[in-house]
């Protein structure tokens, strides 16, 4: 177990059996305790990131871990755009990285009334 996972057993409010769950991470296989959420198993394996940013390909993983901030996006069972802070993860999921190019600027010869009145 790694050092950053605690014993569901230990939980002070409603202990629970400790069940597995397993999913892949990227062609990995990784295995948390049911009721984790998927940033939660890849945390507590020791993964801290899992996506790079658009811009200036710097890494990240949780920032908030609440939903509010997006830097957890990841791709599972096809769907993308799911934040791993919020999924809790069921075993045989995949899931991938999520990693998205900067959007175009509008410019004139692409249609747009940039500059025109």
Do not use: Y
Not at 6 to 31: K, N, Y
Not at 85 to 96: I, L, M
Request: glycine share 14%; with cysteine; net charge negative.
């Amino acid at each position: 177990m790694p050092a950053r996972m605690l014993p569901p057993s230990g939980d002070p409010i409603r202990p629970l059996p400790a069940e597995q769950v397993a999913l892949t991470f990227d062609g990995a296989e990784f295995t948390g305790t049911r009721g984790q959420t998927i940033a939660g198993v890849l945390l507590g394996s020791g993964v801290l990131s899992w996506r790079v940013t658009s811009g200036g390909g710097k890494p990240r993983g949780v920032f908030c871990g609440i939903g509010v901030c997006f830097d957890c996006l990841v791709v599972v069972n096809g769907q993308r755009d799911v934040r791993a802070c919020q999924r809790r993860a069921t075993d045989d999921d995949v899931v991938t990285t999520q990693n998205d190019p900067l959007p175009l600027r509008p410019t004139a010869d692409m249609g747009s009334e940039v500059g025109h009145d």
